[in-house]
């Protein structure tokens, strides 16, 4: 059983939403006023990593919260991955606990729908010896997370005002690293397949938890080789990036790419498609900021035309020791 939160705890969390601060992002072309009509506000929740410890059930709460007592709110949320803190290296009653927090805050504190993108912390006992699995239980590696998100597959898509969204699942195995950022040959061609069936009129918005192409995977100190350059390990960036790239410049219509996993904020315009990484609601895993960028989540308007505007928002949410 999960702990309710007291009346002083939801008093802080009300308290915190009651501001909102919009961290401004780079205009382009597309941010330009022009005559078009919003079909949907959605809010990109990405990277909330519930846990009992650090605040963190109060902090999804307080931004929950923020978004859904805006002056003008968002129709639908995106949650984009890493949903709880971790399930890839901790036992199974570590994992049930964290999703029945997730579970009680989106049944007490959310009324809008959600929409869930499966995130690396997200797979339940990949890494063995950690979490002391073997590979056999009944909610082992990613079932449990569909189970929670009322699915079938780890991923899918879904149209909504005039939009078509791709829920990717980003997360593959890999020997060393337990995981890697690529889909497989069978999630490949479902792609190819549901991007040839959606109206060519109908733009697209593409959500992964990893990115598919972000500058951020350089920040902090990237890695480089002997010969100086920077190496990009595939647990940070799509290793398929080429094919998907390919796919992309093949559908036009495919306008705009969310992602979240590096807990920092950018935008990449290439090749007709921008890339927008969204911080994290966990801030640096419910530590305060990470590398100057303040736990927040994305605002991102959609519009008849294909274009769209996007703010990341700073949701006050601040440290608790």
Request: aromatic share 8%; glycine share 8%; hydrophobic share 40%.
């Amino acid at each position: 059983m999960t702990t309710p939160l007291t009346r002083r705890q939801m008093l802080q969390t009300t308290a915190i939403a009651t501001g909102l601060t919009l961290l401004p992002g780079p205009l382009r072309a597309d941010d330009a006023p022009r005559s078009r009509q919003r079909r949907v506000r959605i809010a990109h929740l990405t990277d909330t990593h519930i846990q009992p410890e650090r605040g963190a059930v109060q902090g999804v709460i307080a931004a929950l919260h923020h978004a859904q007592g805006l002056t003008d709110p968002p129709e639908l949320i995106i949650s984009g991955g890493d949903t709880i803190m971790d399930a890839l290296a901790v036992s199974r009653d570590r994992t049930k606990l964290q999703w029945e927090l997730w579970q009680q805050v989106i049944r007490d504190e959310c009324s809008l729908p959600v929409e869930s993108c499966l995130g690396n912390h997200d797979v339940f006992g990949w890494d063995k010896q950690a979490s002391g699995t073997t590979g056999q239980e009944a909610e082992w590696g990613k079932r449990w997370a569909c189970e929670v998100f009322g699915r079938d597959k780890t991923y899918g898509s879904f149209d909504r005002a005039g939009w078509h969204f791709v829920m990717l699942d980003s997360i593959a195995p890999h020997e060393q690293r337990v995981y890697e950022g690529r889909l497989d040959d069978e999630q490949f061609a479902w792609l190819q397949a549901d991007l040839a069936a959606a109206p060519a009129t109908m733009p697209v918005l593409v959500v992964s938890h990893i990115p598919i192409v972000s500058a951020t995977v350089l920040a902090g100190n990237p890695k480089q080789n002997a010969d100086r350059d920077f190496v990009i390990p595939s647990q940070l960036m799509h290793s398929d990036l080429p094919r998907l790239r390919d796919l992309f410049w093949k559908y036009k219509n495919v306008k705009l790419c969310l992602s979240g996993h590096i807990h920092l904020v950018d935008r990449v315009d290439f090749d007709g498609v921008t890339y927008l990484c969204n911080g994290a609601v966990s801030g640096a895993w419910w530590k305060g900021d990470h590398r100057h960028t303040k736990a927040g989540y994305g605002l991102v308007d959609l519009y008849d035309d294909g274009t769209f505007q996007h703010q990341y928002v700073d949701y006050g949410w601040r440290h608790q020791a």
